[in-house]
């Protein structure tokens, strides 16, 4: 999509990357290094060379912020955007590469929950520290501690 407009070949307005940055709040920067390192494909770029960001990228690019919030790897996430290049011939691949990040994400969520019982008691502990400690932890408490 190289054009001097700021427009795709079918007539769709596109973003520059501060507005892009501005709708994502991703820096330029990262904004970038997502397109050198894979995750992007090249964006749209003007006659003067300026990155110009259609509908479909910033699609996507939500979409890679949902990954990356739910902590997937950058690793995994361009091998899911290499998957997603090759086109619908690896639909089936992408689902399993979802649905073990779901799994895996669902066990941080339980293993989170598991501690939360010891971390209410030390905190109740905490509060109640005697008025000499000034909110400290004493020797005996930090022994506590994970």
Known sequence: MTSAEPVTPGGEPTLTIAQVA???GLTHDTLRYYEKAGLIERVGRTGGNQRRYAA????WLEFLLRLRETGMPIAE???FA???SRGDAT???RLAMLREHRA???RRIRACAATRPRWTTRSTTMSGCSKG???RMNRHE???LP
């Open 22 to 24: 501005e709708r994502t």
């Open 56 to 59: 479909a990228d910033l699609a």
């Open 77 to 79: 996430m361009q091998r």
């Open 82 to 84: 290499a998957l997603r």
């Open 91 to 93: 639909v089936a691949d």
């Open 104 to 106: 895996a994400v669902a």
């Open 133 to 135: 400690s000034r909110g």
């Open 142 to 144: 930090h022994e506590h």
